[in-house]
């Protein structure tokens, strides 16, 4: 099992930057990539980006290409994202999640595993 925690959420303005962080324990070492993905009220959970755990790979999701940045610190199991240029339509809970398989995937159900999430709300 792996055991996800996000942190960093929290109320911004708009044009604003927050960092979230994912801190991974348990059987980390069975983990391929890590993703974010992100769900408004009302709304179905979008990608919003991924990341190979150790080859630095990564993928966005074209809504937040240029202002959100992944990242990852493989000695303290966790990976990061940047959110730069906030805008109310990032208003969201963010999820992170761990994929087993190869690949860099954008689909949630090709995610193994779940952080609790972290609420974002950007401000106009």
């Known amino acids: 099992q792996v055991q996800l925690v996000e942190s960093g959420g929290g109320l911004v303005q708009a044009g604003g930057s927050l960092r979230l962080s994912c801190a991974a324990s348990?059987?980390?070492?069975?983990?391929?990539?890590m993703g974010w993905f992100r769900q408004a009220p009302g709304k179905e959970r979008d990608f919003v980006a991924t990341?190979?755990?150790?080859?630095?790979?990564?993928y966005y999701a074209d809504s937040v290409k240029g202002r959100f940045t992944i990242s990852r610190d493989n000695a303290k199991n966790t990976v990061y994202l940047q959110m730069n240029s906030l805008k109310p339509e990032d208003t969201a809970v963010y999820y992170c999640?761990?994929?087993?398989?190869?690949?860099?995937?954008?689909?949630?159900?090709?995610?193994?595993?779940w952080g609790q999430g972290t609420q974002v709300t950007v401000s106009s």
């Open positions: 999640a761990a994929d087993r398989s190869y690949g860099l995937a954008t689909r949630d159900f090709d995610y193994d595993y």
């Open positions: 348990g059987r980390t070492h069975s983990i391929y990539a």
């Open positions: 990341i190979n755990w150790s080859g630095g790979r990564l």
